[in-house]
Nanobody, 124 residues
Framework: QVTLVESGGGLVQAGGSLRLSCAAS????????MGWFRQAPGKEREFVAH????????YYADSVKGRFTISRDNAKNTVYLQMNSLKPEDTAVYYC?????????????????WGQGTQVTVSS
């Protein structure tokens, strides 16, 4: 069992930046592929980015490619999401995911470890 806690969300103006963190406890994050998803009001939870356990394989949703960067520090048991050039449409609750393999759909999770989410609001 692993517990995930996201932090770093907040209110930012369009064009600004935020860095989200996902800290794990219970087990080493090095055992898992990690991902970030987001959910806006009235919408389904959507994929943002994922990174393999080794960090060698990284994949982004088209909507964030070139603006967001996912990274991990297994020694600190933490995964990060650096978000630059933020847009109002990036407004959502951002969730961290840990699983046995990288996923791009939340319904595809196998272990389905999720954090409680952190709110990101981008004003225009």
């Amino acid at each position: 069992q692993v517990t995930l806690v996201e932090s770093g969300g907040g209110l930012v103006q369009a064009g600004g930046s935020l860095r989200l963190s996902c800290a794990a406890s219970g087990r080493s994050l090095g055992d898992y592929a990690m991902g970030w998803f987001r959910q806006a009001p009235g919408k389904e939870r959507e994929f943002v980015a994922h990174i393999s356990w080794s960090g060698d394989t990284i994949y982004y949703a088209d909507s964030v490619k070139g603006r967001f960067t996912i990274s991990r520090d297994n020694a600190k048991n933490t995964v990060y999401l650096q978000m630059n050039s933020l847009k109002p449409e990036d407004t959502a609750v951002y969730y961290c995911n840990a699983d046995s393999f990288p996923i791009t759909k939340y319904t595809a999770c196998k272990l389905c470890y999720w954090g409680q989410g952190t709110q990101v609001t981008v004003s225009s």
